[in-house]
């Protein structure tokens, strides 16, 4: 049974920075796309950040390009979102997802997801 664990979520003014882990266990698959996404209440849970199988080649939502930096470290099972210059839009519930690789990490590609972690950034 695959299980994400994610941490490092907070509060912070604006500007600051916070740097997400989500641990991930029990995953079988040996390509699979992982990524990170956002929700606020009462909206879709959007995709942020994702990260591609053997390539490493990264996607970013418009609104945190340049400002987030998504990375893994494979010996740690462990996916980060390193997140700079914070501002209060990006307050949200952020979760860890992950999902096999069939050519594509869209949003539909993530089947897995942690329970999530809150983020909360005051002007």
């Known amino acids: 049974q695959a299980q994400l664990v994610e941490s490092g979520g907070g509060s912070v003014t604006a500007g600051g920075s916070l740097r997400l882990s989500c641990v991930v266990s029990?995953?079988?698959?040996?390509?699979?796309?992982m990524g990170w996404f956002r929700q606020v209440s009462g909206k879709e849970r959007e995709r942020v950040a994702a990260?591609?199988?053997?390539?490493?080649?990264?996607y970013y939502a418009d609104s945190v390009k340049g400002r987030f930096t998504i990375s893994q470290d494979n010996a740690k099972n462990t996916l980060y979102l390193q997140m700079n210059s914070l501002r209060p839009e990006d307050t949200a519930m952020f979760y860890c997802?992950?999902?096999?690789?069939?050519?594509?990490?869209?949003?539909?590609?993530?089947?897995?997801w942690g329970q999530g972690t809150q983020v909360t950034v005051s002007s």
């Open positions: 990260i591609y199988p053997n390539s490493g080649r990264t």
């Open positions: 997802a992950v999902g096999p690789w069939y050519g594509g990490c869209a949003r539909n590609a993530f089947t897995i």
């Open positions: 029990g995953y079988t698959y040996s390509r699979y796309c």
